[in-house]
């Protein structure tokens, strides 16, 4: 039980991140960085964006349909898709 409110918490923070970077790329403005006119970084905000919404939503399913163990999945992709959107930046500069 323990562990399917702490997965809740954890689905409900990808979803909130997700929902930050739409408003970050709909706002032209990332933390401390601006980037208005840069296409190369609001594609790269709605991608990372859609597949964290898209984690969220098989996190949900995997949370309530199958055992405990593959809930790991859940935390692999997120993490997986916020390390890739960081390299991605670096790369975009």
Known sequence: MVLKVLMLIF???VFITAWYLIRSKNKGQF???TFIGNR???TLFSVTSLVLV???IVGIIILFTL???FNFI???IA???ISILRLSR???K
Request: net charge positive; charged share 10%; glycine share 4%.
């Open 79 to 81: 993490a997986m898709t």
């Open 31 to 33: 933390i401390i960085f």
């Open 54 to 56: 898209l984690t969220g």
């Open 40 to 42: 190369k970084i609001n």
């Open 74 to 76: 859940t935390l692999i």
């Open 11 to 13: 689905i409900l923070l």
């Open 67 to 69: 055992p405990k163990i």
């Open 90 to 92: 670096s790369l975009c």
